[in-house]
T-cell receptor, first 115, second 116 residues
């Protein structure tokens, strides 16, 4: 079974802190994604990566950055956490960049609260 | 631009009732894929089905069925004889390509509650 593992289920951070959300997948997938999920807004794409050291902005990249130093690991960084970044963050991976029909596999999510 | 709309924010039914979740999409691509995902209370999205833009046949898998109509840009999901375990948030998604990589665009989600 494909496994996408996010390092924390729940996090509480203070405003202004630098926050790292970690995601690891074990199926050698090329694509990795970070989404945030908010009520009424569904899942919105923050950043994605289709190869090591490659990254592309999604729909809402402001206030975030990412790092992909190894194929299996994709980190989301909140440079200076703010209360409007309180949300559920979901990591996903999929194989074969450019093929539209591959489903994405998701981690269990990290619920981040910024106080 | 690609967009997915799930107009039903929340649905609540009694167990054993049939329920349909609506999904309407917008895309200019001629080749695309549509997906349904289930998000149970545990939080992890689970893939349910994929349908490509050239295949308008309905699909049935046990109590689940999907109706794809290209003419109305809809991809609706029906659960027959619902069960409490079907309670979850359901997402419809559309697949497109940006700079050679697959990108999924999700709808807002429908929270389905099945009451015993």
């Amino acid at each position: 079974d494909v496994k996408v593992t996010q390092s924390s289920r729940y996090l509480v951070k203070r405003t202004g802190e630098k926050v790292f959300l970690e995601c690891v997948q074990d199926m050698d997938h090329e694509n990795m994604f970070w989404y945030r999920q908010d009520p009424g807004l569904g899942l919105r794409l923050i950043y994605f990566s289709y190869d090591v050291k490659m990254k592309e902005k999604g729909d809402i990249p402001e206030g975030y950055s990412v790092s992909r130093e190894k194929k299996e690991r994709f980190s989301l960084i909140l440079e200076s956490a703010s209360t409007n970044q309180t949300s559920m963050y979901l990591c996903a991976s999929s194989t074969n960049p450019g093929l539209l029909n591959t489903e994405a596999f998701f981690g269990q999510g990290t619920r981040l609260t910024v106080v | 631009a690609q967009k997915v709309t799930q107009a039903q924010t929340e649905i609540s039914v009694v167990e054993k009732e049939d329920v349909t979740l609506d999904c309407v999409y917008e895309t200019r691509d001629t080749t695309y894929y549509l997906f349904w995902y289930k998000q149970p209370p545990s939080g992890e999205l689970v893939f349910l089905i994929r349908r490509n833009s050239f295949d308008e046949q309905n699909e049935i898998s046990g109590r689940y069925s999907w109706n794809f109509q290209k003419s109305t840009s809809s991809f609706n999901f029906t659960i027959t004889a619902s069960q409490v375990v079907d309670s979850a948030v359901y997402f419809c998604a559309l697949s497109g390509t940006i700079q050679g990589a697959q990108k999924l665009v999700f709808g807002q989600g429908t929270r389905l509650t099945i009451n015993p």
